[in-house]
């Protein structure tokens, strides 16, 4: 059906019913607040919803659904493929709905709808609390943790999903529910990684676990002695205790005072170790690979927050990832895995990742829709360039890394990790059997498939 015609009127009604603003394209700030991460994205809503409460978010979902106008919700914008916009559809912008409230003495945190990593990450650091959150901290809390939620803490605390203790959300219907372990207990499992199906997220309640110290080790080796590096990565993450994390990954040296000048602008193996503890744990941790060459070092005990900042992805860039989670690493995945760095488009800001999985990510057997939880080995090639002359390469490059590692890989995603990749690819990313089962929760909440700018979850009818 197409689009009915948004008249003066119309829109006039809307701002008067919202505590927030809405926008089209004759108002000033429209470009700024169409603008999203990833800058290959350029889409053009009819109208910008910029909600300051549940309310609102009612107000604008009914409203879209009254004019037959594409829904689009957006809090951190980070989605690859640009879901948090609709061409000529209604974005439902949460940013304004970022409050984060801290209740220490229940070890729970209340999260806006619209709030970053940042919102989050800061607000607890004080009490030395934390829970578990994306590797960069400008992604938004709530896309992140219904997709799953995978993190620097995961080993120790569980994916951030694994944390959630209630949702908030405004429905197809422009109704609000609560979903818990006690309300609503199966649209709380379908937030376990169904990611926006099911309504705008307005607000997430997390729990918090005690961080006292928090430390990394990240080292600069050469690629010519990547694989050795690697190899020594591996069995350093297999043997650790759950208080380490990490990564693992080829990229471009940047200008940081810790880079030697020489390595600034070239390939390098960086090898990074984090730790649930002080200093002297990561220490002991990375030996291993402090014993081997390396350019750099830098091992340090540092606030949370602030290793959440420490990779964060320069903005304005184009993107493209995928990812491909692996039963097994064995010597030949490491070299296939080496391999494909010497293609890495360059000069880009792309990195070449592999993630350690495991400990209390893989012990959690909760029956949440997340397959891709058992397995302990991820690789993330993450695409990140400047030129619109480098899409056709860096995209190849990235489907390169998929089919090289795709012996070792068991098949399931993680979806947050990936843009569009297909229907296929969705069914993967929950499980066969799961995604009956979301179908069917999906069928309760959005019938009619109006939230369906995401990895896509169709109303059971419509499968």
């Not at 689009?72 to 912008?93: K, Q």
Request: glycine fraction near 10%; aromatic fraction near 6%.
């Amino acid at each position: 059906m197409a689009p009915r015609t948004t008249t003066e009127a119309d829109l006039t009604g809307l701002r008067e019913d919202l505590a927030g603003d809405a926008l089209t394209p004759a108002d000033t700030g429209y470009d700024e607040a169409r603008t999203v991460f990833n800058s290959m994205i350029d889409r053009h809503p009819s109208v910008i919803a910029q909600c300051e409460s549940p309310t609102d978010v009612a107000h604008a979902v009914r409203f879209a659904r009254a004019h037959n106008l594409e829904i689009a919700v957006r809090g951190g914008g980070h989605s690859v493929a640009g879901m948090a916009l609709s061409e000529g559809g209604l974005v439902v912008d949460l940013r304004r709905m970022n409050t984060v409230t801290v209740d220490p003495a229940s070890r729970a945190v209340r999260v806006g709808g619209g709030a970053i990593m940042s919102d989050l990450d800061r607000a607890t650091q004080p009490y030395a609390l934390a829970t578990t959150g994306g590797r960069v901290s400008t992604t938004g809390v709530g896309g992140f943790t219904l997709g799953g939620g995978s993190g620097w803490l995961e080993r120790k605390f569980g994916l951030a999903c694994d944390n959630l203790l209630g949702v908030e959300l405004v429905t197809a219907d422009g109704e609000t529910v609560h979903a818990s372990a006690d309300e609503n207990p199966e649209l709380f499992w379908a937030l376990h990684g169904g990611g926006g199906n099911f309504g705008v997220a307005t607000s997430l309640t997390l729990e918090l676990h005690e961080l006292p110290a928090m430390s990394m080790a990240l080292l600069l080796h050469p690629p010519a002695d990547g694989r050795v590096v690697v190899e020594t990565f591996r069995d350093v993450m297999e043997s650790a205790p759950d208080e380490a994390g990490g990564g693992c990954l080829y990229l471009t040296a940047p200008p940081e005072d810790f880079v030697p000048e020489h390595l600034v602008g070239t390939l390098v193996c960086t090898t990074l170790i984090t730790c649930a503890g002080p200093e002297e744990q990561v220490r002991a941790l990375a030996a291993p690979l402090l014993a081997l060459d390396h350019e750099a070092e830098v091992v340090a005990e540092l606030p949370y927050a602030e290793l959440q900042c420490m990779l964060d992805d320069p903005p304005g860039m184009r993107n493209y990832w995928s990812a491909e989670y692996l039963e097994s690493f064995p010597n030949a995945a490491v070299e296939a895995f080496c391999a494909r760095a010497s293609d890495i488009p360059m000069p880009s800001a792309t990195q070449h990742v592999l993630f350690p999985m495991g400990g209390a990510v893989t012990r959690n057997t909760d029956g949440y829709p997340l397959p891709w939880r058992s397995a302990p080995w991820a690789v993330h090639p993450f695409g990140v360039w400047e030129s619109p002359s480098d899409d056709a390469r860096s995209r190849q490059w990235v489907r390169d890394v998929r089919a090289a590692m795709r012996p070792w890989s068991g098949g399931a995603v993680y979806l947050n990790f990936i843009g569009n990749e297909g229907s296929d690819r969705v069914v993967e990313g929950v499980g066969a059997e799961n995604y009956a089962r979301l179908a069917a929760v999906k069928a309760k909440y959005d019938p009619g498939n109006a939230f369906h700018l995401n990895h896509n979850v169709r109303p059971a009818a419509q499968v």
